[in-house]
C-alpha cells in the first residue's frame, strides 16, 4: 500500500499526473466511499426491479383488463420519459411531501435514487420479462394447467424460471444499463463514484486524471457484470432449451 | 381403483353429454355424448382436426365448453368457475400430450414430482420414493437425473406417463402420445400403456393406432368432423363397421 502511494507521488511529481485518490488518505475514503455507494445502489435497484418487473410481467398477462392497463401505463411512462426527469420528479416534487423524522426527511436522496432508478429498470425489466415469458411455449402451460397447478405456481415454477432463461442476454444488457444510468443521482447529490468524483477533482483540479480513473471504474464493474451473468447463464443452461 | 364388487352398479365415471364447442365461428364440437366405466379404456379414433383434442381438453377442464355437461366421478366440470375446483378436478384427471410437454429446465425425478410436492402438498420423501418407483415402472431406471433434452422422444412420453400418474388420477387422457415418435419408441410406450390399461386404469386415448385400440379398447368411439359417428366395441367397430364414413375412414388407415 505504502509503496504504491510513494509512486504515486513520484508521478505526480516527475509528470504531472496528479491521482491524489492514491496518496491523499482523505481523496481516497472519498474515491472509495463513492465507488461504495454506486455498488450499493445498483444492487438495491438490480433486486428491486428485478422482483418489480416481474411482478409487472405477470400483472401486463393479468385477466382483469383494468389490471393490465395499469401495469401497461406504469412500462410506458417510465420507458418514454427522461430518466433525469423521473429523478427530479421524485426528489424535488414528491421528496418535500414526505413527513419528516425529527426534522429529518423521512427519505435522503439515495432513497429517493434507489426508488426512481428501480422503477424506470423496472419497466425496462418487465418488457424482457414479457417477450421472455411470451415465448415460453403455451403448451407447456398447458401442462402445468393440467397437473393441478395454481395460477401463481404456473408462474413461479414454470413460466418464470423458462422465461429466465430465455430472457439472459437482454437482461445482461439491461443490468449494465443500470450501473450506467446509477450516474444521474448525481444530480440530486447522492454521494455515488461521479459525485465523490466530482468533488475530488474541483479540489484538486485534477480533471483529466479522475475522468480516466471514472471510466476505468466503471468498464471494472460492467465487467464484473458480464462476467457473472456469463456464468449464470452457463449455470442455468439446460439441454435441449433455448440458445 | 376398480375393486368395487361384482354386484355394485356400473356408473360412469366420465359421461360426457351433448358438449358443443367452438372456436369463433368455427364449430369444432357440435354434440358430442360419451361414457366411460371405471376401469375401462376408451379409444376415440376419426381424422385429424375432427376434434378429438378439444374433447379431451373440455374432459380435464383446459377449454370450457360452450354447451352440455361433462362429468368426471363427483365434478360437474361444465359448471367450475373458481379456481380452486379446477384444480382439484385436476387431480383427479392427469392428461398426456402428443409432444411430452414435459418441464425441459427439471431433470426427468424433479418433472414427476414437482406436482405431488406442489399440489397435493406431500412429503418429499413419500413423493421421491414414489418417482423412483414410476420410473421403474415405465423402464427408465436410471435416467432420473437426465434432462428432457437429453431424452428420445419415447423415453422422453414415458416420463411424461409417469410424471401423470404420480398424481394417482381415477381417469387418464391420452392425446394421440404416439404420433410424434418412431415406430420403434411407439412401442416401448404402447406396452406402457397397455400395462396401466390392463391394471384398471380408466382411460381415454386418442389414437391412430388402430391395432392398439382394437387389442386394449374397451369401447371405440370414431369421430368426424365434431359428432361421434359411430361407436361400439372394437370388434364391431372394426369388424363390421355401420356407416359408409367409418368403413371409408378404416379403409384409408388400415
Ligand atoms: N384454441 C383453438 N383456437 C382456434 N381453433 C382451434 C383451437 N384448437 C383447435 N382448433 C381447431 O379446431 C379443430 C379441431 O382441432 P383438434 O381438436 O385439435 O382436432 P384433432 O385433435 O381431432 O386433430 C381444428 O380445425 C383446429 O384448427
Ligand atoms: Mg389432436
Redesign the pocket.
Known amino acids: 500500500m505504502d509503496d504504491i502511494a510513494a509512486w504515486f507521488r513520484w508521478l505526480h511529481q516527475t509528470s504531472g499526473i496528479k491521482l491524489t485518490i492514491f496518496y491523499d488518505s482523505y481523496d481516497r475514503s472519498r474515491f472509495l466511499e463513492g465507488f461504495a455507494t454506486t455498488l450499493k445502489l445498483s444492487a438495491y435497484c438490480l433486486i428491486l426491479s428485478l422482483l418489480l418487473g416481474a411482478f409487472t410481467a405477470w400483472l401486463c398477462g393479468s385477466k382483469i383488463a383494468a389490471v393490465r392497463r395499469a401495469a401497461n401505463g406504469f412500462v410506458q411512462l417510465f420507458r418514454n420519459t427522461p430518466p433525469l426527469v423521473q429523478l427530479y420528479f421524485f426528489y424535488f416534487a414528491l421528496g418535500p411531501l414526505l413527513p419528516k423524522v425529527g426534522g429529518m426527511p423521512l427519505l435522503g436522496s439515495l432513497g429517493w435514487a434507489v426508488i426512481s432508478l428501480t422503477l424506470l429498470e423496472a419497466a425496462f425489466a418487465a418488457e424482457i420479462f414479457r417477450a421472455g415469458i411470451e415465448a415460453v411455449p403455451r403448451a407447456m402451460i398447458e401442462a402445468a394447467e393440467s397437473l393441478g397447478y395454481s395460477r401463481a405456481q404456473v408462474f413461479r415454477l414454470v413460466v418464470l424460471p423458462l422465461a429466465l432463461r430465455v430472457t439472459m442476454p437482454a437482461m445482461t444488457n439491461n443490468l449494465v444499463n443500470l450501473v450506467k444510468t446509477t450516474t444521474l443521482a448525481y444530480a440530486i447529490a447522492v454521494p455515488e463514484l461521479l459525485y465523490m468524483s466530482a468533488q475530488i477533482w474541483s479540489e484538486q483540479v485534477n480533471v483529466p486524471e479522475m475522468m480516466v480513473v471514472l471510466l476505468i471504474s466503471y468498464v471494472a464493474i460492467v465487467g464484473i457484470i458480464n462476467q457473472v451473468m456469463q456464468w449464470l447463464e452457463a449455470r442455468l443452461r439446460v439441454p435441449g432449451f433455448g440458445q | 381403483m376398480s375393486d368395487a364388487g361384482l354386484d355394485a352398479p356400473i356408473v360412469p365415471i366420465v359421461r360426457i353429454v351433448d358438449v358443443h364447442k367452438s372456436?369463433?365461428a368455427?364449430e369444432?364440437l357440435r354434440g358430442i355424448s360419451l361414457a366411460v366405466n371405471r376401469g375401462e379404456a376408451v379409444c376415440v379414433i376419426?381424422?385429424?382436426?375432427?376434434?378429438?383434442?378439444?374433447?379431451l381438453r373440455c374432459i380435464n377442464g383446459l377449454?370450457p365448453v360452450d354447451r352440455g355437461e361433462v362429468f368426471v366421478g363427483a365434478h360437474a366440470v361444465h359448471k367450475l368457475r373458481a379456481d380452486q375446483e379446477m384444480i382439484a378436478l385436476r387431480k383427479d384427471v392427469s392428461i398426456v400430450f402428443q409432444q411430452y410437454n414435459l418441464f425441459p429446465h427439471k431433470t426427468a425425478l424433479e418433472n414427476i414430482m414437482m406436482a405431488p410436492i406442489q399440489v397435493l402438498k406431500q412429503s418429499k420423501e413419500e413423493v421421491e420414493a414414489r418417482a423412483h418407483e414410476l420410473l421403474k415402472k415405465v423402464r427408465l431406471a436410471g435416467k432420473e437425473n437426465s434432462y428432457p433434452g437429453e431424452l428420445s422422444g419415447g423415453q422422453q412420453q414415458r416420463v411424461a406417463i409417469a410424471r401423470a400418474l404420480a398424481m394417482r388420477p381415477s381417469v387418464m387422457l391420452f392425446?394421440?402420445v404416439t404420433a410424434a415418435l418412431d415406430p420403434e419408441t411407439r412401442k416401448e410406450v404402447l406396452v406402457t400403456i397397455r400395462q396401466l390399461v390392463e391394471e384398471g386404469m380408466t382411460s381415454i386415448l386418442?389414437t391412430h393406432e388402430m391395432a392398439f385400440a382394437r387389442e386394449i379398447a374397451h369401447n371405440v368411439y370414431f369421430?368426424d368432423h365434431g359428432v361421434i359417428v359411430e361407436e361400439g366395441t372394437p370388434a364391431q367397430l372394426f369388424g363390421s363397421p355401420q356407416k359408409e364414413r367409418t368403413r371409408a375412414f378404416l379403409e384409408q388407415v388400415l
Not at chain 2, 46 to 55: A, I, Q
Open positions: 372456436f369463433g368455427v369444432v376419426g381424422p385429424s382436426g375432427s376434434g378429438k383434442s378439444t374433447l377449454i392425446d394421440e386418442v369421430t
